[in-house]
């Protein structure tokens, strides 16, 4: 199972990888074909649409990579028990955060499905699907996180 996630993640790595440099080379690119006049129009709608997925994935990258972003100047101040009781407490607002973006985020997509790209003639909810499954993707991340920490709580306890 350890092998299937961390190949999960590495793949989620490289495709954000690569949508970024998309990104960048679709913004470039455009700008450069509009100053000579002559525009890409697509450009912005596939810039647009990975853009979408980048923060998302982006995210979840992150959120594995690092630990909370926290102010650490005080809560390393704070009794060993209370930073536990924190780092559990933030947590579990963003899970339900993210479960709150997973279930508004799936009817909005399925709403869009009706709505085009103008240049690409496929569906938003391409974009909008990003919401919900990158949610998901950070949730399974943060619940990974949760029973690590659990579990190196237990081995210091015995």
Same mark, same amino acid.
């Given at each position: 199972?350890?092998?299937?996630?961390?190949?999960?993640?590495?793949? #989620? #790595?490289?495709?954000?990888?690569?949508? *970024?440099?998309?990104?960048?080379?679709?913004? +470039?690119?455009?700008?450069?074909?509009?100053?000579?006049?002559?525009? $890409? =129009?697509?450009?912005?709608?596939?810039?647009? &649409?990975? +853009?979408?997925?980048?923060? @998302?994935?982006?995210?979840?990258?992150?959120?594995?990579?690092? %630990?909370?972003?926290?102010?650490?100047? @005080?809560?390393?101040?704070l009794p060993k028990k209370l930073q =536990?009781?924190?780092?559990?407490?933030?947590? +579990? $607002?963003?899970?339900? @955060?993210?479960?709150?973006?997973?279930?508004?985020?799936?009817?909005?997509?399925? #709403? =869009?499905?009706?709505?085009?790209?103008?240049?690409?003639?496929?569906?938003?909810?391409?974009?909008?699907?990003?919401?919900?499954?990158?949610?998901? +993707?950070?949730? *399974?991340?943060?619940?990974?996180?949760? &029973? =690590?920490?659990?579990?190196?709580?237990?081995?210091? %306890?015995?």
């Amino acid at each position: 199972m350890k092998k299937i996630y961390s190949t999960f993640c590495r793949l #989620e #790595e490289v495709i954000a990888s690569i949508f *970024l440099s998309i990104v960048t080379l679709m913004v +470039f690119l455009s700008a450069v074909a509009r100053t000579i006049k002559y525009p $890409i =129009n697509w450009a912005q709608d596939v810039a647009l &649409l990975l +853009f979408a997925w980048v923060v @998302f994935l982006g995210a979840d990258v992150a959120l594995r990579e690092a %630990d909370f972003v926290s102010v650490d100047m @005080f809560v390393a101040k704070l009794p060993k028990k209370l930073q =536990n009781i924190l780092y559990f407490l933030w947590y +579990f $607002i963003i899970l339900v @955060f993210l479960g709150i973006l997973i279930r508004y985020g799936v009817p909005l997509s399925l #709403e =869009n499905s009706k709505r085009l790209f103008q240049t690409l003639g496929i569906s938003y909810s391409w974009a909008t699907m990003s919401v919900p499954v990158c949610s998901a +993707f950070m949730m *399974l991340t943060i619940i990974l996180k949760l &029973l =690590n920490k659990i579990k190196r709580r237990k081995q210091v %306890d015995s």
